[in-house]
């Protein structure tokens, strides 16, 4: 990408051991984001801030279950004791593929849980500490979120993705974050 970097920025991928935010943590550490990554399985959550190392970017690991409040306040309150939060990138969630008349009472509840709830507890931690600073990005990956959110764009639109990158770097670069791809 032309000129595009998250140098001195600070990003948290929830779900950040596997899949998306997996591949969001790597991408934002390769231009220049310390990432900390904060997933349900602490072990891969560790390989990947491990492979960011080895890649010559920094990361740190954290275990955390986005479902339980007290658990999502507690690991975001020692993040938040390690540094700033730049960039919230929430991508823990649980996919369920099934029809109306197939899912269950609890399959409903699990995505529901850690898809939306999960989602409303990591950004009730963050969001107050971003308006004190003065701004933020937060990023929401799920449809479940992102389709009940008229407030945020969705992600799933590339153009949409860019424009919040955008902010992420400022007026400074935001001729080279107009034609970056991050996602390709
Ligand atoms: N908005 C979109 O267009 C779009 C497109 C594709 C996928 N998605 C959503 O993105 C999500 C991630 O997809 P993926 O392919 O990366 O899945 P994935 O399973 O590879 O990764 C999900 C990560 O979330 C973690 N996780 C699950 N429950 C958690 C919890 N309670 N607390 C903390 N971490 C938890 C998992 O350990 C895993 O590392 C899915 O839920 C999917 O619905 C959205």
């Known amino acids: 990408m032309n000129g595009f970097r998250l140098d001195n920025k600070v990003a948290v991928v929830t779900g950040g051991a596997s899949g998306i935010g997996q591949a969001i943590a790597l991408c934002f550490a390769e231009y220049g984001a310390v990432v900390r990554i904060v997933d349900l399985n602490g072990e891969a959550a560790q390989k990947t801030a491990e492979r960011i190392s080895q890649l010559g970017g920094f990361s740190t690991a954290h275990l955390c279950d986005f479902t339980d409040a007290v658990q999502t306040a507690d690991v975001f309150g020692k993040i938040l004791e390690l540094s700033r939060v730049d960039i919230l990138v929430n991508s823990a969630g ?43 990005v937060i990023l929401n990956w799920f449809r ?32 080279h974050a107009w034609r970056s791809s991050l996602l390709r």
């Not at 979120?145 to 008229?150: C, F, H, L, P, Q």
């Open 94 to 136: 649980v996919a369920h593929v099934g029809k109306l008349e197939t899912t269950s009472d609890e399959e409903f509840e699990r995505v529901f849980r850690v898809n939306v709830l999960g989602t409303h507890h990591a950004m009730r931690e963050m969001v107050p500490t971003m308006v004190a600073r003065g701004g933020g």
């Open 144 to 175: 479940e979120v992102a389709d009940m959110d008229s407030v945020l764009p969705r992600p799933g639109s590339r153009t949409e993705l860019h424009q919040i990158l955008h902010r992420i770097v400022g007026p400074r670069d935001s001729k």
